[in-house]
C-alpha cells in the first residue's frame, strides 16, 4: 500500500479511507436529516464537491443506511424505555384503583408486543359457520 496522503489515511484492516468521502457522506447525511428530495440532497452534494451523479449517488446511498441503522437502533432503545415507563404506571395505576388507566396501558403495552396486530385479532377471532341444508325430499 502506498503511503497515505492528505486525503487518505490507513485504518487498521489495510484498507483505505477516503476522508473525502467522509466529508461528502457527512454533508449528505446532515441533507437528509433536513429534508429534501434525494435528487435534491444528490444536487447539493454535486455541486458542494464537484463530484459526479453516480458518486453522489453512492455517498447518498451510504448516508442513508447509516440513517436507518441509526434510527433502528434508536427506536429500539426508546420502546424498551416506553415499555418501562408503561409498566411502572400500570403499577401505580393498579396501588390507586384506577382500573380504567391500568386497562389502556395494558392495551398499549400489547399493541407494542404485537397483540393487536391483525395476524393475532384474526387468529383470535371467533369462527361461525352457518349451514343450510336442503329441505326438499326426494318425493
Sequence with gaps: MSDPTSSQCEIAQDSEYDVEQEKRIAFCYTSITEGGTRHCIESRIRAEFSVTQSTAKIDYDIAISRLRDEQSD?????????????LTA??????RGQLQTVSQLC????????????????ISAPDLRIVVENQIASQ
Design 107 to 122: 392495551k398499549d403495552l400489547g399493541a407494542v408486543l404485537g397483540e393487536c396486530a391483525p395476524e393475532q385479532l384474526a
Design 74 to 86: 434508536t427506536r429500539k432503545e426508546l420502546i424498551e424505555q416506553l415499555q418501562a415507563i408503561r
Design 90 to 95: 400500570i403499577r401505580k395505576a393498579m396501588k
